[in-house]
């Protein structure tokens, strides 16, 4: 894998990832682990886990380290803690082992019913039709508890595909699908490539086309896996692409998982879609297709408890909820914690408060990160959910590849001391784009983060263009690529004329895939930007010749 | 039309096992000493129900492991967001020096080599997926816990080969049963990786002497196979002689620290099988390495975290729970092996686990798996207490069941051997003279006047009002 190799170059971390690597290369000789112990799918090599290693070493911190480096690559919702420390405060029972005052102490530390604790299953089926505005209901026994996302992911890949087989998954896609979907399970992900020219959106041939690629490699694809609302866009899916998945998925005979964890992030007034909506208004329900649909939920993201491991698998399949439910044994919710979060989520005006504040909270603080960003010249992908921004530096590589990108990753660890995941990281097919998370720091901490990024941006220019000429450039062309500077005045008469016809000559013998002239003018005036020169008559009299 | 994966749509989740058809019975009908006194007493789950009062009384006097409390809560949020695979490094601590002290602090344990996992159920899946490729095989002594068919199998694709014990020698694991288990492995073209034994021993509740550990020791060495040491019952031993770890052997006899490993957990120990606390401990670094990646599968709740590391820091604590959940233990077992002695019922002499292996060969119609399975279904339906078939266990010889005693309360248990007096009487399996019953009853009072110094107010049946069930559950 050409990027680990790099990333181990690049990171500081190397005696660490030297040291690992000594220890696996001596396992494998020895043939004392398993294939799987001693691969890479574990995806640890990928530069989003090394930017995290990066900081732990010099994580910032106000007032004890504040030239640290500032984490924006963990997408942690840190927002709303205030509300749940008050709840916890009005609801001693909960937080000790009580309930109507009497110790259930013993009770829960019993219970290990894969079941799950009825209370909570109860409880957070209700508080996911909360989120989707009860347009949906969700039945509690077929919900299948699980030690995380993570966990929930994995075991439905356990229980819908096998060695050999696939899914496809949308590009860009949060990197850890790498490691849960396919480590140990032996399955594959196809990627169905999304391109930034209509938002990342998912196209019909797109879907066909990453569906043939599986066949070329005599993969059986056996489902669609997909983000809503996405990591690492931050957007929701449109009812048109979610309408196109259920025709496929139909069409196909395939399973549909749809991850929505950051379902409860949804902070615009354009409401979350979610699947089950979809198949619900198209009558779909107690069709072959509604019973190959899944929704895979956990409260990391929307509550912001990734520690408590709370996951969960959602089927129509009752098959596919027996058998998750057997797996679950793998990976069961402590008991403590069902116990505690079902008082919470059971307690109907403290979360529709929470889901209001939060929403709130995190559409600020997204508008604080975009109008930062903004100032050092940077867009993002416009988003409406999620706890981070899509943010396009396209315009900052010094080439448009991945080798670049990488580049700028390692100047804006290591130089402006921001932790940010590179698009590479999510599989992303286009260099340029970095994911930028906003809500697991104070909002001083994210003041700071925006200031450092435009005095890098600011430090950056590209041939030496003016902050303002490069906004114009930028703007009229779109594309950051094809700008040159041509000097003009350094030259007699004669050796400009002949310096155009050789540039003349040059460009008649490019054709974009074999087009004529003709062609070619009429495809530069409909792209507008394919390929443009600019003479710029500059006086240079007054420069010395190694400025020129 | 899509269909699922072989292994969602086949067996390997074990629960079609007649190991289950008790579970079944029991769920149906559940014991109650008052709504429903003639039900299905539990005892087929390895339970260990004795000691909570004890934890109980220490919760309340510390409320800040709570983490929600008024005086933990300050914790609360950084706890919450700690997903860290590595542990905290106080649970980690705490977990290690626990392990150390159940074993009389003969030997420390590293808290860097500790990685958790969901439970030991998904410790010994992880441990398997990291040293076995599909089709390789462990070694497993029987009889052996029916859970390891799931837990090592299933997902894995790895298989079990069993190493054959006999009663003829209390079940001792021998040189020559793991030798001729190898070599059959061999004939059958299956490549051994491994082998795992439990001790203390689950379903026999005994322990592995130093000679057998050291012997056992200097076969994987030979045969450059790894050791799973699942050591989940080490701090239910409660009688000489004491238990001996693997962790104290390898520091006895030469041996590639690289092949030991020991799977750990607090659900029997401590009877927290609820807060899912699992523990993988290698002495192979890669393993650690490659276990902790792999444990992001299973992490135990932070919020657990936080109140075990709480508890078992407390040094006081520790101890003192030790030293009495080892006393309770011991009664409940004596007492329960001499009633059952009473009415001719004998058992394999133990000192450890939450159980007993029962020996009813003599009340089996013939020597055959059928009538044990005949004499079990009559023991669920008419005696109606559960108890698990040696054959779930893959025990070699028919007529042994194991039956679990830690997980009920003293009325409870008395009931559940008033049936199999009755049922013993019944058939004759023993006579009974009058002065050993006026002795068994003198001694009945005199243990509930001792028992009812432990007893608390509230705690009067096993029937609790939330759902139990073991790990594994049966449901159609």
Redesign the interface.
Known sequence: MLLSHFCLKASYSLYENLK?ID??Q??KE?E???????CKS?G?DSSSFLGCQEYEKNAYDEVKNPEGIIQMGLA?N?LS?DL??SW??KN?D????KRDG??????????????G??TFKKALVDFMAEIRGNKVTFDPNHIVLT??A??AN?TLM?????QG?AFLLPTPYYPGFD??LK??TGVEIVPIQCTSSNRFQITKSALEEAYQQAQKKNLRV??VLVTNPSNPLGTTMTRAELDLLINFITDK???LISDEIYSGTVFSSRAFVSIMEVLKDRNLENT?VWD?VHIVYSL?KDL??????VGAIYSNDP??V???T??S?????????QY?LSAMLSDKKFTKEYISKNHKRLQNRQSKLVSGLKKAGICCLESNAGLFCWVDMRHLLSSNTFEAEMELWKRIVYDVKLNISPGSSCHCTEPGWFRVCFANMPEDTLKLAMQRLKSFVSSITINNQSDKDLKNARRRSRNKWGWFRVCLANRPDDTLKLAVQRLKSFVSSITINNLSDKDLKKARRRTRNKWVFRLSFQSFHGRQQDER | MAALSKIAAGNGHGENSPYFDGWKAYETNPFHPTDRPEGVIQMGLAENQLCFDFIKKWLMKHPEASLCTAEGVNKFKETALFQDYHGMPEFRQAIAKFMGKVRGDRVKFDPDRIVMSGGATGAHEMVTFCLADPGEAFLVPTPYYPGFDRDLRWRTGVELVPVICESSNNFKITRNALEAAYEKAQEDNIRVKGLLITNPSNPLGTILDRETLKSIVSFINEKNIHLIGDEIYAATVFMEPEFVSISEIIEEVECNRDLIHIVYSLSKDMGFPGFRVGIVYSYNDALVSCTRKMSSFGLVSSQTQHLIASMLSDDDFVDNFIIKSKKKLFKRHEYFTWSLSQVGIGSLKSNAGLFIWMDLRKLLKAKTFEAEMDLWQVIIHEVKLNVSPGSSFHCHEPGWFRVCFANMDDDTMETALLRIRDFMRKNNAAMIPHNKLCRRSSLKLSFSRRVDDFMSPGIMSPHSPLPQSPLVRARS
């Open positions: 690992e220890i696996y001596r396992a020895m004392l682990l398993s294939r799987k112990a001693t574990h640890q942690e840190q803690f749940l420390e916890l405060a001693p909960a937080a000790g082992f009497q110790s259930i102490f013993r009770e829960l530390a019993l219970f290990q019913d894969y079941h604790l009825p030690a995380g993570t966990s994995e356990f229980c819908l595909a096998e087989d490691r849960d480590w140990r056996k489902g005979e395939i399973h072959d190959r990391s912001g408890l990734p520690g408590f491991r098959i596919v027996a058998a998750a057997k797996m044994s793998f990976g069961l919710v402590s008991s403590q914690t505690l």
